[in-house]
């Protein structure tokens, strides 16, 4: 099984929609991460959390909000979606102790309509 | 701010020749690391480089970093088409300790 998990995998919403996007790892790591990828623009990063009880803005965090449940658990809500958020979602993890590299979740296309 | 550039954003080579993506960024960091993406699917560590002067290589790969000159290079030698993906370059470091910032990623296509 991966150790980094995200469903859905694909989704297509309507404008004015709420929609949750989940991560579940395996990995025992402390720190998770949310990112989007738009062509040309690379990966920017939404939310960040270093343990449950730490949640961070990233770059463009308006229009999302995420919960981290447990460790283990990292969800990223849009509340209200517009089509500009229609993009390729990456949740990650990363070892606190370590903070050597990120490992990525195979990904969630979002296609807000 | 931390800032990534890296170039060129596209590469479009013949198999069998060398080339070098560059990454470029703003403020020091301590940490640079680069990965692989292919089409559709998510990222996958390829190096981690530490510390001045780290060279890493795997197969035909080879990342150096050059932490006064705030560079990084991803060398391709004698390139091949399983080598076509998407190659992105990333920071860590001062004020962004723990977070990553990506540059834009560099489309590579190998031809025959």
């Known amino acids: 099984d991966a150790d980094v998990t995200q469903t859905p995998r694909n989704r297509i919403t309507k404008t004015g929609k709420r929609i949750m996007l989940e991560c579940s790892q395996t990995k025992g790591h402390d720190r998770m991460y949310w990112y989007r990828q738009d062509p040309g623009l690379g990966l920017r990063l939404i939310y960040y959390s270093f343990d449950v009880k730490d949640i961070n803005k990233g770059e463009i965090s308006d229009g999302y909000s995420v919960s981290r449940q447990a460790q283990a658990k990292f969800s990223l809500s849009l509340e209200s979606a517009i089509p500009n958020q229609t993009a390729l979602y990456f949740c990650?993890?990363?070892?606190?102790?370590?903070?050597?590299?990120?490992?990525f979740g195979p990904g969630t296309r979002l296609t807000v309509t | 701010e931390l800032k990534v550039e890296q170039n060129p954003l596209f590469l479009s080579m013949q198999e069998g020749k060398n080339y070098t993506i560059y990454c470029n960024y703003s403020?020091?960091?301590?940490?640079l690391y680069w990965y692989r993406q292919d089409p559709g699917k998510s990222l996958e560590s390829l190096f981690v480089?530490?510390?001045?002067?780290a060279v890493k290589q795997e197969g035909r790969l080879m990342a150096s970093l050059d932490t006064k000159a705030r560079l990084s290079t991803l060398h391709i030698t004698a390139a091949v088409h399983d080598l076509s993906a998407t190659y992105f370059c990333?920071?860590?470091?001062?004020?962004?300790?723990?977070?990553?910032?990506f540059g834009q990623g560099t489309i590579l296509t190998v031809h025959p």
């Open positions: 480089l530490l510390s001045n002067g």
């Open positions: 990333a920071v860590t470091g001062g004020t962004s300790y723990g977070k990553l910032t």
């Open positions: 990650a993890t990363s070892d606190g102790d370590r903070a050597y590299e990120q490992y």
């Open positions: 403020t020091t960091s301590d940490r």
